[in-house]
């Protein structure tokens, strides 16, 4: 009889004492400084009720709570109010937060959400402060959440989610918060006639379609990502109201996505019908409407039938940013039994105009790079991109930046938008390389990409065309060399009498060049010198040559400007050949100042056997494929190429060293990617799920191994040993005496030659909690919930801070007793406190996957003693 007067009692004082009006609502957090942050709570309230708030109370996820007062209404259709609420905190230092605002209770009736008149409304946003993510605001939701639904009509939704710090958001369903901000107990999705999803990129939550009338509540997520992290995370929880309806919504004409150059203005037209021939209006909200000095003009009308709409944007360069702005287009028809909506989203992409007048200047040892300073926008500084030989790349405005399949490379960054001059000293002789750079913004956006240059280093003196191998073998071996007349040597010291070339040979490309020739030529036309009794099977060869002349008496070497970087150095074609499973990939040795332009390929199964061509490349990497394992292979190249001196062109022809390779299977297959990972939290076991990259990868697979670690900086164990092919999933059942229902795994895949894979990704679970608070206590004699005692199960919890609140902030009790054990009285009076609601906030100290973590709750519990000496 108790638990039914009980019932009885909590049924009305819910009802009476409690708001039944809350719909809607989401909080969204602002920086101020330091970790000073302005807090907006926005809650969604209908004005069929006399029930209303000033104030809420809020957890700010750090252990205290405030009561923020509201400082706005707004009235809006189908009798929502729109409350907005601010608060100021200032958290104590970098950590995730998650701010929380309760209050009871929804609204009665409510489908999807067992006893929701009992159920608390709640709201939940997730803020991570952390010094390398840098200042955080998270995006403002600008639709508000009115909309009404049919029967068998599709619902759509869009929060307009806007972040002003040019974060990329990402979306997904949730389950709608009660007590503590935690999801509410066997709440599920609405039905649908086919689907009921939220649009990981734009954001629509689409239901298609309702199929019973009355109210809906609704969850949905939106990230704030930044460098591949998420910062922040907003809830929005959302009721929808479905009716019976012979209408049907107004349908948005062809939608296409728009990219403008920042300074330009955009302008295009919407259209709408609706086939009931009902007036039609048009509404349009999304970034271009939120950010500073932005004249945005739309020209909506209501029509009948058929409506078309204007929208017109007058850019400027403070609207570049790296990810596009969302429009967000609504069709409302006005029906005399209901209003519908379609809703559709524009992307507008905001790029800077490219940087102007990129040159480039030869020097003997790098490339020098000008331009002039942009002047587009709050330039940060400038990217520099290179590649080799010319591009038929062409900019889009789609297109921040240039693409990787461009063929450019990122070699450089300057920070300094002043600084306009790039000196690439990487660059290497017999090469030609084209350059193109961009500006670079604060939140990472990129320009247009500049125009190309092209340069290769300036020619040296001589300039060499020919060191080729042209004998091979291991004592007899030859290397022809010959160079360009040096036309200004001859010029400059035309004069002298005694005038000589000098030849130069090292082992390694280093400073350890020494002369092994000298061939008098007093007027510089014997151009070639061969090199014998050589090695020309183990290793290559690098060579200089040198002109000296007679200055009173003595031989001095001469230099272009007297500048050494003059001296050329050309080495034997040679290649390194990496070993894999049926092939042998070839990485040919390029420091040679021409310019090469292809390469043939003759391969042999002996080395004095008959060579036979096995392609051509006009890169220096090549894979030779389709080989048997085990078996030597010998190969030799010859390189076709030119270079330009003095105006003259020549042609370069050069004959390669033979080397040999055996090919073996040293390459692990793929690494495997874990898919999934989850945890039954009752039966205190994980369940993971992993998959190869491409269907190529199974062939290579013969088992997987699978390691565990029970924290997060712990030390990986094999977990399992071998596990057949065919196995994708695994359950690991865990000793609940020993771990926590949390860990981190990885998956290794194995060939047939032993050949492990790199590990999967580490991926970690921890969200499992064994710590639950009652919000309901009957304290008295009759030995019936006599205590209030925490549900500390397994008995992880070793410690908590638990205070308790009445409804005018004073404190009644505390404890650090993990189990609680609040008999019901009132620590400051010492009798038992009165029938009502009390407010807590509960510090649980728990393992997690990072060691003893702090986790808040906070929530209400409703207190009916029974007994005397109550206040």
Not at 185 to 206: K, R
Not at 629 to 653: E, H, L, P
Request: proline share 5%; glycine share 6%; aromatic share 14%.
């Amino acid at each position: 009889m108790r638990y039914f007067l009980l019932a009885v009692v909590l049924f009305i004082f819910s009802v009476r004492s409690f708001a039944t009006h809350n719909r809607a609502g989401e909080i969204t957090v602002e920086l101020i400084e330091g970790y000073r942050y302005r807090v907006t709570v926005t809650t969604y309230t209908s004005t069929l009720t006399t029930v209303d708030r000033d104030s809420l109370l809020v957890s700010w996820g750090d252990g205290t709570f405030t009561t923020v007062g509201r400082t706005g209404q707004v009235l809006l259709p189908n009798f929502y109010k729109k409350n907005t609420y601010i608060g100021f905190h200032e958290f104590p230092g970098p950590g995730i937060y998650e701010i929380v605002m309760e209050d009871p209770n929804r609204n009665p009736g409510v489908l999807n959400i067992p006893n929701s008149v009992f159920t608390v409304f709640s709201i939940k946003t997730t803020l991570n402060i952390n010094i390398s993510t840098g200042n955080i605001n998270s995006p403002v939701l600008l639709n508000p959440p009115f909309d009404r639904a049919g029967v068998n009509h599709p619902f759509i939704h869009n929060p307009a989610a806007f972040d002003p710090d040019g974060d990329s958001l990402s979306y997904g369903l949730t389950i709608c918060r009660g007590e503590s901000g935690e999801p509410i107990p066997n709440y599920q999705l609405p039905d649908a006639s086919d689907t009921l999803y939220v649009n990981p990129v734009t954001g629509d939550l689409v239901w298609n379609a309702p199929i019973e009338v009355g109210k809906f509540n609704i969850a949905m997520q939106i990230y704030e990502w930044r460098d591949g992290q998420v910062v922040s995370s907003i809830v929005r929880d959302m009721q929808i109201d479905v009716f019976e309806t012979d209408n049907n919504p107004p349908v948005n004409g062809n939608i296409q996505n728009y990219c403008v150059l920042a300074g330009d203005t955009l302008t295009f037209n919407v259209s709408a019908t609706d086939i009931d021939n009902d007036y039609i209006k048009h509404t349009f909200t999304g970034g271009p409407y939120a950010v500073e000095n932005t004249p945005v003009n739309d020209t909506v009308a209501f029509e009948l039938g058929f409506l078309e709409s204007s929208f017109t944007w007058k850019t400027n360069f403070t609207h570049v940013r790296k990810y596009p702005y969302q429009l967000v287009v609504k069709a409302e028809d006005q029906n005399p039994e209901l209003n519908l909506v379609d809703i559709d989203n524009i992307f507008i992409s905001v790029t800077a105009p490219s940087p102007d007048s990129l040159t480039i200047q030869s020097f003997y040892n790098q490339l020098e790079l000008s331009w002039k300073q942009s002047v587009y926008g709050n330039v940060q500084g400038y990217q520099i991109y290179r590649k080799r030989d010319s591009s038929d790349f062409i900019p889009d405005t789609c297109y921040q930046g240039i693409p990787e399949n461009s063929g450019y490379e990122l070699i450089g960054i300057i920070d300094n938008p002043e600084d306009t001059i790039y000196r690439d000293s990487s660059a290497n002789k017999g090469f030609l390389y084209c350059y193109r750079i961009t500006a670079i913004y604060e939140d990472g956006a990129e320009s247009l990409p500049s125009n190309e240059v092209c340069g290769e280093l300036k020619a040296g003196s001589p300039a060499l065309l020919n060191v080729s191998v042209t004998k091979v073998d291991e004592t007899n071996g030859e290397v022809f060399l010959s160079w360009a007349f040096p036309v200004d040597a001859d010029t400059i010291i035309s004069d002298v009498a005694d005038r000589e070339y000098r030849i130069f040979r090292s082992y390694n490309n280093t400073s350890d060049f020494q002369q092994i020739a000298t061939i008098p030529s007093n007027d510089l036309r014997d151009t070639t010198y061969t090199d014998i009794d050589l090695n020309t099977v183990d290793f290559p060869y690098y060579y200089r040559v040198e002109i000296y002349w007679d200055s009173l008496g003595t031989m001095v070497p001469y230099y272009i400007n007297g500048d050494r970087n003059a001296v050329e150095t050309g080495q034997t074609l040679y290649s390194d050949l990496l070993a894999g499973d049926n092939r042998l990939t070839h990485q040919i040795q390029k420091e040679s100042p021409w310019i090469d332009t292809l390469y043939t390929l003759w391969r042999s199964d002996e080395f004095d056997g008959i060579y036979d061509s096995v392609g051509f490349t006009n890169s220096v990497d090549f894979i030779d494929s389709a080989l048997i394992n085990s078996k030597d292979y010998y190969y030799q190249y010859k390189s076709y190429g030119y270079r330009q001196v003095f105006g003259n062109t020549y042609n370069a022809q050069n004959q390669s060293h033979i080397v040999s390779g055996r090919p073996i299977d040293t390459i692990p297959p793929c690494q495997p990617e874990i898919q999934s990972l989850t945890s039954n939290c009752e039966f205190f076991e994980n369940e993971l799920s992993w998959a190869m990259p491409y269907d190529s990868c199974y062939e290579d697979v013969v088992h997987y191994n699978l390691y565990y670690s029970p924290t997060f900086d712990g030390t990986f164990q094999q977990l399992e040993n071998e596990l057949e092919k065919t196995t994708r999933t695994y359950i690991h059942y865990i000793d609940s005496s020993i771990y926590n229902v949390s860990g981190c795994y990885q998956v290794t895949a194995v060939d047939s030659f032993g050949n492990e894979s790199s590990p999967s990704g580490n991926v970690c679970i921890d969200e499992c909690t064994f710590y639950e608070l009652p919000n309901i206590f009957a304290p008295g004699n009759d030995g019936i919930m006599d205590l209030y005692v925490a549900n500390n199960k397994y008995g992880f919890v070793k410690e908590v801070e638990m205070q308790i609140f009445n409804r005018w902030g004073q404190l009644i009790y505390e404890t650090t007793h993990p189990d609680i054990r609040w008999n019901g009285l009132n620590q400051q009076s010492n009798r038992m406190v009165s029938t009502g609601v009390y407010y807590y906030v509960c510090v649980v100290y728990e393992p997690r996957i990072t060691g003893i973590e702090s986790r808040t709750l906070t929530g209400f519990i409703h207190v009916y003693p029974d007994g005397e000496n109550v206040e």
